[in-house]
C-alpha cells in the first residue's frame, strides 16, 4: 500500500498523537499529486470551455482528460458516456427528472431499503409527480444483505426502472448488482447503480454489470467533491436532458448543467492516476486499476478481519451486518456499531477528543436505520477504514472503544 506521506493531511495531529482518520465513508483525504493537479490547473490559467483561444482551450482538454480517466475507471465503452457534476446527488435528481418524463400513471420502479437517500428520494419525488407506484426492495435486517431472492416478485412488465445500491454507506454490505439487472432487464426495466461507496472499495466494470447508468463522487475515492455519472451512450443521448437552450447537445456535454469545476476535473484525473500507480506502471491505465483495486480489497479485508477479530472481545459492542470473517469478500471495511450504555453521538465525541475521527447518526441512509429500529436512537457509529489506514489505527479504535466501557 502507499506512503502515507503522499497524504499530507494524515500527518495532523491531536493533542500530540497522530490523528486517525476512520471516516472515510464520508469522504476519503487527497494525494497530494491531487492537490497538484488542482492548483496546477489555477495557475496555468484556464479560460471557460469552448474558446478560441489557448486557455479556452487548455481547459477542453483537461475535461476531456478527465472524461478518459473516468472512462477507465469505470470501463465505460466510450468518453461521452461520462458526465460530471456537482455531486451524485444533483446528478441523480437531474436524471430521475429527465426519466420521469417517460413515465405514465401505472408504471412502476423499484428502490431499495439498503441505499443511501440520495438514491432514494430523487426517485420517491419523481414516481409522486408522475403518479408512479414505487415498490421496495428489502434487506435483512440479520446480516444487513439485500434481499435479492424477492426481486423477482417485485418486478413486473410495468417496471420501468431499478434504482440499487452496490454497497452501503452505512453497513459496508456489497450487493450482487450484476444478478440485479440481469433480473430487472428481463423485466424490461433499466437500471441504476449508486457506487459511490463501492467505489474506493472495488473494481467497477459497467460493461460487466450491464447496468445503464452507474454514479459516484470523486471524494470518496481520494479525489475532489465532483459527480461522475456513466450513462449508456444511446440512453444519455435519447433522453431529455433538463438544460439552457445554448447548451451542448451531444450526450455528455447536454448533461452537464453550468459551468464546471474545471480545477476539480483536474483533480479527478490525478485521484484516477493514483489508484491506477498502486497497480505498477506495467499496460494500459484500465489494467494498472484492475490490479491496483485487487490489491486495494485484499489489504483492506485484512483490516476488516482484524477489526472484528477485536471487536469481538469487546463486552457490550455490537457490529451490524456481515460479522462473518470467511464473508468478507462480501462487504466493505465499514462498520456500524453500537455500544452499551453510550449513545451513538458520545461514542464519536470522545473518540473524536482522542484524535480518532468516526461518524455517528444516520448518514444519510434513513431507511437503513428505519428499517432496524434505530432512528429514533439516535442511528450507530460508523467507522470506516480504506487503503491508508493502518493495522494500528484498528487497534487504537478499538481499544478507544473499549475503554468507554
Known amino acids: 500500500m502507499p506512503s502515507r506521506a503522499q497524504f499530507p493531511a494524515l500527518q495532523l495531529e491531536v493533542r500530540g498523537k497522530t490523528a486517525v482518520y476512520l471516516d472515510g465513508p464520508g469522504g476519503?483525504?487527497?494525494?497530494?499529486?491531487?492537490?497538484?493537479?488542482?492548483?496546477?490547473?489555477?495557475?496555468?490559467?484556464?479560460?471557460?470551455?469552448?474558446?478560441?483561444?489557448?486557455?479556452s482551450r487548455y481547459t477542453d482538454d483537461v475535461t476531456?482528460?478527465?472524461?478518459?480517466?473516468?472512462?477507465?475507471?469505470?470501463?465505460?465503452?466510450?468518453?461521452?458516456?461520462?458526465?460530471?457534476?456537482?455531486?451524485?446527488?444533483?446528478?441523480?435528481?437531474?436524471?430521475?427528472?429527465?426519466?420521469?418524463?417517460?413515465?405514465?400513471?401505472?408504471d412502476e420502479i423499484i428502490v431499495t431499503r439498503l441505499d443511501h437517500?440520495?438514491?432514494?428520494?430523487?426517485?420517491?419525488?419523481?414516481?409522486?409527480?408522475r403518479g408512479v407506484t414505487v415498490r421496495w426492495l428489502d434487506f435483512d435486517p440479520a446480516d444487513c444483505t439485500l434481499r435479492l431472492d424477492?426481486?423477482?416478485?417485485?418486478?413486473?412488465?410495468?417496471?420501468?426502472?431499478?434504482?440499487?445500491?452496490?454497497?452501503?454507506?452505512?453497513?459496508?454490505?456489497i450487493s450482487d448488482v450484476r444478478r440485479a439487472a440481469e433480473l430487472a432487464h428481463a423485466a424490461g426495466a433499466l437500471v441504476l447503480v449508486?457506487?459511490?461507496?463501492?467505489?474506493?472499495?472495488?473494481?467497477?466494470?459497467?460493461?460487466?454489470?450491464?447496468?445503464?447508468?452507474?454514479?459516484?463522487?470523486?471524494?470518496?475515492?481520494?479525489?475532489?467533491?465532483?459527480?461522475?455519472?456513466?450513462?449508456?451512450?444511446?440512453?444519455?443521448?435519447?433522453?431529455?436532458?433538463?438544460?439552457?437552450?445554448?447548451?451542448?447537445?451531444?450526450?455528455?456535454?447536454?448533461?452537464?448543467?453550468?459551468?464546471?469545476?474545471?480545477?476539480?476535473?483536474?483533480?479527478?484525473?490525478?485521484?484516477?492516476?493514483?489508484?491506477?500507480?498502486?497497480?505498477?506502471?506495467a499496460g494500459s491505465r484500465r489494467e494498472r486499476l484492475v490490479r491496483a483495486m485487487q490489491r486495494i480489497k485484499t489489504y483492506e479485508m485484512s483490516l476488516s478481519q482484524r477489526f472484528l477479530l477485536r471487536a469481538s472481545q469487546v463486552p457490550g459492542l455490537r457490529v451490524f451486518g456481515i460479522?462473518?470473517?470467511?464473508?468478507?469478500?462480501?462487504?466493505?471495511?465499514?462498520?456500524?456499531?453500537?455500544?452499551?450504555?453510550?449513545?451513538?453521538?458520545?461514542?464519536?465525541?470522545?473518540?473524536?477528543?482522542?484524535?480518532?475521527?468516526?461518524?455517528?447518526?444516520h448518514y444519510y441512509a434513513v431507511a437503513v436505520m428505519e428499517r432496524l429500529g434505530l432512528l429514533a436512537q439516535g442511528g450507530l457509529v460508523r467507522i470506516g477504514f480504506v487503503h491508508y489506514n493502518t493495522a494500528d489505527e484498528v487497534d487504537q479504535a478499538v481499544a478507544a472503544l473499549a475503554s468507554l466501557r
Open 150 to 173: 424477492t426481486l423477482p416478485e417485485l418486478l413486473t412488465n410495468q417496471t420501468r426502472l431499478l434504482a440499487i445500491t452496490y454497497a452501503s454507506n452505512a453497513v459496508g454490505s
Open 323 to 361: 460479522t462473518d470473517v470467511e464473508r468478507l469478500d462480501e462487504r466493505t471495511p465499514t462498520f456500524a456499531v453500537s455500544l452499551d450504555g453510550v449513545s451513538p453521538e458520545a461514542v464519536a465525541t470522545r473518540l473524536g477528543e482522542q484524535g480518532i475521527f468516526v461518524w455517528h447518526g
Open 194 to 281: 449508486d457506487s459511490v461507496h463501492f467505489a474506493p472499495h472495488g473494481l467497477i466494470d459497467v460493461q460487466a454489470l450491464n447496468c445503464d447508468f452507474l454514479i459516484s463522487s470523486a471524494y470518496k475515492y481520494f479525489g475532489p467533491h465532483t459527480g461522475i455519472l456513466y450513462g449508456k451512450y444511446e440512453l444519455l443521448d435519447g433522453l431529455t436532458a433538463y438544460k439552457v437552450r445554448p447548451a451542448p447537445g451531444k450526450p455528455a456535454g447536454k448533461w452537464e448543467t453550468g459551468t464546471q469545476s474545471f480545477e476539480s476535473l483536474a483533480g479527478v484525473t490525478a485521484a484516477v492516476n493514483y489508484l491506477a500507480a498502486l497497480g505498477d506502471e
Open 117 to 129: 437517500d440520495a438514491n432514494i428520494s430523487p426517485w420517491l419525488l419523481a414516481a409522486e409527480d
Open 28 to 55: 476519503t483525504q487527497v494525494p497530494q499529486s491531487v492537490i497538484d493537479a488542482m492548483s496546477g490547473y489555477l495557475r496555468h490559467g484556464g479560460s471557460n470551455s469552448g474558446g478560441p483561444f489557448l486557455t
Open 64 to 106: 476531456y482528460a478527465a472524461r478518459l480517466a473516468m472512462m477507465d475507471f469505470y470501463n465505460a465503452r466510450r468518453p461521452d458516456e461520462i458526465v460530471f457534476g456537482q455531486n451524485m446527488t444533483s446528478l441523480n435528481f437531474s436524471l430521475s427528472r429527465a426519466l420521469a418524463r417517460t413515465w405514465q400513471p401505472g
